[in-house]
């Protein structure tokens, strides 16, 4: 049973076309929620971490939001180095904090 | 740098031999984590230690398979009698303590041929 589904699978984008990832999560009693970037033949690369209902994160052209059954990940103005897969996850219920249950991801690809 | 580092990079070997991986965490990380990740999906969960103490192993961790942390510092994956199915990227992540989610290695991309 998939606890984490993100959508689309992939994204196109025109340099400035501002957009939004989503992913969606069905573990109960949240402990966080975590936002990766990953470049191709390299390992994930943290971004954020969301842990209640209404919580905001930014980080340059990246904004993450969470509500109680997703995510989102709005990218403002992107530009072609934003052009990555972008990993969402959960901390697994009953595990340690560094035990993530990862969705499949959203490759993003962004022209010039 | 000061990320955490995984050795080798990449890694070929014929089905049955046996490999063993290198991860040395971010310093002061007394958490240290193993996953693996296939084309098209994301990383799966392994093992955890936190300092020299294994204690979380996923049901992925076959008896194939074994992960130690030696005084808490690096750690090693080995993966005995090697299958074309163990084809993957093995990687390691490291966090302090009183953090949740963790820091990712640039991983050993291994090939079962």
């Known amino acids: 049973e998939d606890q984490v589904t993100q959508s689309p699978e992939a994204l196109r984008l025109q340099e400035g076309e501002s957009s939004s990832l989503n992913c969606s999560y069905t573990?109960?009693?949240?402990?966080?929620l975590f936002w990766y970037r990953q470049d191709p033949g390299k390992g994930p690369e943290f971004l954020f971490t969301?842990?209640?209902a209404g919580e905001e994160k930014e980080k340059e052209r990246l904004k993450a939001t969470l509500t109680k059954k997703e995510s989102f990940l709005h990218i403002t103005a992107p530009k072609p180095e934003d052009s990555a897969t972008y990993l969402c996850?959960?901390?697994?219920?009953?595990?340690?904090?560094?035990?993530?249950?990862f969705g499949k991801g959203t490759k993003l690809s962004v022209k010039p | 740098d000061t990320g955490v580092s995984q050795d080798p990079r990449h890694k070929i070997t014929k089905r049955g031999q046996n490999v063993t991986f290198r991860c040395d965490p971010i310093?002061?990380?007394?958490?240290l984590y193993w996953y693996r990740q296939t084309l098209g999906q994301g990383p799966e969960f392994l093992t955890y230690f936190q300092n020299e103490a294994q204690l979380e192993k996923s049901r992925l961790l076959s008896d194939r398979f074994s992960a130690e942390r030696p005084k808490g510092s690096f750690s090693t994956l080995e993966i005995q009698r090697t299958e074309q199915g163990d084809s993957a990227m093995y990687l390691c992540a490291s966090s302090p303590p009183r953090e949740r989610g963790a820091f990712f290695g640039q991983g050993t991309r291994l090939t079962v041929v």
């Open positions: 996850a959960v901390q697994a219920p009953g595990g340690s904090q560094g035990n993530l249950i």
């Open positions: 310093s002061e990380h007394n958490r």
């Open positions: 573990v109960s009693g949240l402990r966080g």
């Open positions: 969301l842990y209640s």
